[in-house]
């Protein structure tokens, strides 16, 4: 589904160069739940955005659905990433003005789905991730798990065939984090890619493999999470 060739990153912040990426070439396959882990500042952030089209290489080149799409411009990424992306976050970056249904419909909205169709499935999407019974409170109002599910809800609402996932549990206590973990994995199941960073074996454990990362490189692409380790 995703390719990644060489693919090297670097940042640059005034004249500070950062080499995130040193040659990344790996695979995900439709229908996998694949964890990248490592050390902090290893990459694992710009991996993840790099695979989401939420980031462009510095080289190498990036396949989707065996598609190069070196050459693109910006607009024609982003309807890649629109048609087939969905992303969480750590920090749900849920907006506290609006309810937890017009946060969902948001993602409708920019994908100009006609009016007479999204309430029915943002109805829908709520009643999935179970948190229907709370679709006129603001996120404030919410606990961190019921918050996250929301934002599961925004990223799943446009039926995304790739879910990306970073630290989705960083935030929640390990009751929330199971839940959303357990959540994550349904829906692996009913269909979706899911990619996901995270610092725990335990949380890691619910994928198909762990890709390990260190200063920037793959030093396993097949690896095995602990899933006795303690959080
Ligand atoms: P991780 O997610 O594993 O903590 P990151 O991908 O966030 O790692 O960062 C990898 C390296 O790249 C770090 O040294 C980080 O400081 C740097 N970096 C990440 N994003 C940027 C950015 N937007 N600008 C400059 N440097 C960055
Ligand atoms: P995480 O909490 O996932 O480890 P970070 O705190 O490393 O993420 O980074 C959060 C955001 O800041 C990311 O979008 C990353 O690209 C950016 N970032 C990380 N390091 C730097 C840096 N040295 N300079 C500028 N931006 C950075």
């Known amino acids: 589904m995703i390719k990644l060739e060489n693919i090297c990153k670097v940042h640059r912040t005034e004249d500070i160069e950062t080499a995130a990426l040193d040659d990344i070439s790996m695979t995900v396959e439709k229908g996998e739940f694949v964890s990248i882990m490592g050390p902090s500042g290893c990459g694992k952030s710009t991996l993840l955005n790099m695979l989401g089209l939420l980031d462009t290489p510095s080289s190498g080149h990036y396949y989707f659905n065996d598609e190069d799409l070196a050459g693109y411009n910006e607009s024609q990424r982003a309807s890649i990433r629109k048609a087939n992306i969905g992303v969480i976050f750590q920090s749900f970056n849920l907006i506290d003005e609006l309810t937890v249904a017009q946060n969902v419909d948001l993602a409708l909205l920019y994908q100009k789905v006609p009016a007479d169709e999204r309430k029915a499935r943002v109805e829908k999407v709520l009643k999935r991730v179970a948190i229907d019974h709370r679709s006129k409170h603001y996120p404030q109002q919410l606990s961190g798990g019921q918050q996250q599910r929301v934002a599961i809800a925004r990223a799943i609402v446009t039926n995304p065939k790739v879910l990306l996932a970073d630290e989705p549990t960083g935030n929640l206590d390990t009751k929330n984090g199971d839940e959303v ?3 994550l994995k349904e829906l692996n199941q009913e269909g979706a890619t899911v990619i996901m960073v995270t ?14 990362l260190l200063d920037g490189q793959i030093v396993d692409a097949n690896a095995k999470a602990d899933a006795d380790a303690v959080l």
């Open 181 to 183: 973990m357990a959540l």
């Open 199 to 212: 610092h725990s074996e335990h949380y890691a454990a619910y994928g198909t493999r762990v890709v390990r």
